[in-house]
């Protein structure tokens, strides 16, 4: 079984459109989590860690069930730059990160 | 700051020979980690180190060996490479302290092909 699991996509949204991303983890120990987006050939970056009442960033919201062991980002009013893959990442307790295979978006004008 | 430095970028490797990717930072962060990622896939966890003079092993660390000698760098050893070594390799830093969790700073790559 993956430590975390996600819906590859991809997302096709129109410019402006609402769309959300789920992630699932299997290690119930879990300590920390985050949204990372990754670029074509590019290295990922941080987009957001994810806290247990929810937090918000902008257009972009993330929210973590720790009984179901499921996370979630929502993005809002979608840009063109907003496309990319977005990774589910999972720190345990041991500060080992694992990360899900992603989901990718394409914004379209 | 530079960051999280890589090098090379780019390498080719006939199956069998062996090398090392460099990976280098300037941030006095104590953790350091190496992944690989395939196509279409998620970043695998091959080695971690928590400080100078210590490591451990990830999910993928069979053909991979590392050091960490100083806190600045963390080379990854690759011995006799095998085609399924073709992956991109990334590098990164963090600096994590206990009960509390910070953002990972990734190096930009290095892409090995072994044919």
């Known amino acids: 079984r993956k430590e975390v699991e996600q819906d590859p996509g991809p997302f096709n949204v129109p410019e402006g459109a609402t769309v959300a991303f789920n992630c699932t983890y299997s290690?119930?120990?879990?300590?920390?989590f985050f949204w990372y987006r990754q670029d074509c050939r590019k290295e990922p970056k941080l987009l957001m860690s994810v806290y247990s009442s929810g937090n918000e960033d902008g257009r972009f919201t993330a929210q973590l069930n720790r009984a179901s062991q499921y996370i979630s980002l929502l993005i809002r009013d979608s840009k063109l730059s907003d496309s990319a893959t977005y990774l589910c990442v999972v720190q345990d307790n041991f500060n080992k990160f694992y990360f899900g295979s992603g989901t990718k978006l394409n914004v379209k004008p | 700051n530079a960051g999280v430095t890589q090098t090379p970028k780019f390498r080719i490797l006939k199956i069998g020979q062996s090398m090392t990717l460099q990976c280098t930072q300037d941030m006095n962060h104590n953790y350091m980690y190496w992944y690989r990622q395939d196509p279409g896939m998620g970043l695998k966890l091959i080695y971690y180190?928590?400080?100078?003079?210590?490591?451990d092993k990830g999910e993928v660390p069979n053909g991979y060996n590392v050091s960490r000698s100083t806190t600045e760098d963390f080379p990854l050893r690759l011995e006799l490479a095998a085609p399924s070594q073709t992956s991109v390799y990334f590098c990164?830093?963090?600096?994590?302290?206990?009960?509390?969790?910070?953002?990972?700073?990734f190096g930009p790559g290095t892409r090995l092909t072994v044919t």
């Open positions: 990164a830093s963090s600096p994590i302290f206990p009960g509390q969790s910070y953002e990972q700073y």
């Open positions: 290690n119930s120990a879990s300590q920390s």
């Open positions: 180190s928590v400080g100078a003079g210590i490591t």
